[in-house]
Every structure is written in structure tokens, then in C-alpha cells.
């Protein structure tokens, strides 16, 4: 299985964050994140590799990810899955962890474009919300168009 996650809820661009970059994660983002992937993980949400973006807040919410699956994963920047993400080397990447499911952390709408392209579809414009993951699997080996989207869920599942 691969998850695709857009970054959790992070602080406004502006006067105390103007490198876009640097933005973290806020601190109601990071709460409502962890409890996400807590019960998501009850769930069997479990990746064994997590790449992320080198973006701060893509780095944070690989990090939660990492603390609360059972499996510990090891979190990976990777310059492909900054903005502009470049699916082609993520499929390389992908293909090299061999331990089970991946994660890859990203930005909108980048995680949209890339679900899309997995499953064949790649002028669908599939939504991300903060924070939203997206469980695609494949019959074989990763390759683009052979994907199967199982679940895209939002944090909104625990407001309810």
C-alpha cells in the first residue's frame, strides 16, 4: 500500500513566517493530526518508509506519522516531493523500500496530481485537504496508471 498525505494545518504566510518554507506546523494542526493518525493506526495505517518534503511542515507531519504507527518509520526528505513534486522519482524511491507499505508527504496540489497520475487518471483533479491521506494499492510493482485508490479520508472523520 501507498499513503499519500498532504501536510497538516500549518501557520499563514506573513509577517512571522515569510519564507514559506520555514512555515511549522500550528499547534491545533499538530494536535488534531496526531489524534488522526493515532486512530488511523488502530485501523491498520501502518507505512514502513515515510519520504517526506524538506519543507518544515511536510518534515513535521512525517514526523507524527513516524511517533504513532507501530512500525517507527524511518522519515526521508526527498527534493522530489517538494513543490513541483516529480513523480517518476518517487516511484524509483518507492521501489527500493523493501520493509512494506510507504508514505510519501507532500503539498496540495502536488499529493492531487500525483494520487491522480497513480491511478490512471491524471487529469482528475482530486481534492487534498490538510491533512488528508489517500491509500492507493497495486496488484504488482508501483508504476503509474496501475494504482487502485482504496480510501482518501480527511481529519473531519474524527469531528463528526
Known amino acids: 500500500m501507498l499513503y499519500i498525505v498532504r501536510h497538516a494545518w500549518a501557520e499563514e504566510q506573513g509577517e512571522e513566517y515569510p519564507d514559506d518554507e520555514r512555515r511549522p506546523l500550528t499547534k491545533p494542526g499538530r494536535k488534531r493530526f496526531r489524534k488522526f493518525v493515532k486512530h488511523l ?3 491498520g495505517f501502518n507505512p514502513r518508509s515515510v519520504a ?3 519543507l518544515v511542515r511536510c518534515r513535521e507531519t512525517a514526523e507524527i506519522i513516524a511517533k504513532h504507527v507501530e512500525s517507527e518509520p524511518k522519515v526521508t526528505e526527498l527534493d522530489c516531493l517538494a513543490p513541483g513534486s ?3 522519482p518517487l516511484i524509483a524511491w518507492t521501489r527500493l523500500q523493501t520493509e512494506g507499505d510507504c508514505a510519501w508527504v507532500g503539498h496540495n496540489p ?3 496530481r500525483l494520487a491522480a497520475s497513480l491511478i490512471g ?5 482530486l481534492h487534498f485537504a490538510k491533512g488528508a491521506i489517500a491509500a492507493i494499492d497495486f496488484d504488482h510493482e508501483i ?4 494504482g487502485q485508490l482504496r480510501w482518501l479520508i480527511t481529519a473531519d472523520l474524527l469531528d463528526s
Do not use: F, I, N
Not at 121 to 125: F, N, S, T
Not at 143 to 146: E, L, V, Y
Open 143 to 146: 508504476a503509474a496508471g496501475k
Open 41 to 43: 493506526s488502530k485501523c
Open 52 to 54: 517526506t518534503s524538506p
Open 110 to 112: 502536488d499529493v492531487g
Open 121 to 125: 487518471e491524471p487529469r482528475l483533479a
Open 86 to 88: 516529480s513523480l517518476e
